[in-house]
Antibody, heavy 121, light 107 residues
Framework: QVTLKESGPVLVKPTETLTLTCTVSGFSLSNARMGVSWIRQPPGKALEWLAHIFSNDEKSYSTSLKSRLTISKDTSKSQVVLTMTNMDPVDTATYYC?????????????WGKGTTVTVSS | DIQMTQSPSSLSASVGDRVTITCQASQDISNYLNWYQQKPGKAPKLLIYDASNLETGVPSRFSGSGSGTDFTFTISSLQPEDIATYYCQQYDNLSVTFGQGTKLEIK
């Protein structure tokens, strides 16, 4: 069974750096047909893609947030880590990680339940 | 970046109705278009991939079509459990973009 679980702080202060971890099970981060994406959703708003990473360590970032994001993976720990610097109240959102299946296209076929992050002093 | 324009933003329909949502890309994306369903308080769920392929386990009343810049998502006969927000999502080699979502309600 494929699962993904997000973890990280519930509350961060403005200007701080957010570090989120996605722990996966049921598949390997070294599988060439799979990757992991991070997506966020502010309260009552639409989904926003943030970044993704593939088995060959290829990475891609949202153009608007690229300067603030870093994605990395530890295959041995089955974890993908996203850091976002200089947090602001507008970054308050539920953050999801999702598996990207690269087979006959590219899609986010399994999602974690999400973790809610509030940015406030 | 490729922009996705999804419409309508909200929709009210009756059980049994045929429901259609459209998504327009700002440039040609071939068939690189997926559709997701999100129920309140839950993570999104993949329904359709590559514009028209039904994800395993998804009811056949859901379907998708289109290529290039114009795409359509259809529920052939609306069921009460289909109440959710639906998102289109494009992908290319460099980035991913979601549409703004369509909130579907029962009339």
């Amino acid at each position: 069974q494929v699962t993904l679980k997000e973890s990280g702080p519930v509350l961060v202060k403005p200007t701080e750096t957010l570090t989120l971890t996605c722990t996966v099970s049921g598949f390997s981060l070294s599988n060439a047909r799979m990757g992991v994406s991070w997506i966020r959703q502010p309260p009552g708003k639409a989904l926003e893609w943030l970044a993704h990473i593939f088995s060959n360590d290829e990475k891609s970032y949202s153009t608007s947030l690229k300067s603030r994001l870093t994605i990395s993976k530890d295959t041995s720990k089955s974890q993908v880590v996203l850091t976002m610097t200089n947090m602001d109240p507008v970054d308050t959102a539920t953050y999801y990680c999702a598996r990207m299946l690269l087979w006959f296209g590219e899609r986010m076929d399994v999602w974690g339940k999400g973790t809610t992050v509030t940015v406030s002093s | 970046d490729i922009q996705m324009t999804q419409s309508p933003s909200s929709l009210s329909a009756s059980v049994g109705d045929r429901v259609t949502i459209t998504c327009q890309a700002s440039q040609d994306i071939s068939n690189y278009l997926n559709w997701y369903q999100q129920k309140p308080g839950k993570a999104p769920k993949l329904l359709i991939y590559d514009a028209s392929n039904l994800e395993t386990g998804v009811p056949s009343r859901f379907s998708g079509s289109g290529s290039g810049t114009d795409f359509t998502f259809t529920i052939s006969s609306l069921q009460p459990e289909d109440i959710a927000t639906y998102y289109c999502q494009q992908y290319d080699n460099l980035s991913v973009t979601f549409g703004q979502g369509t909130k579907l309600e029962i009339k």
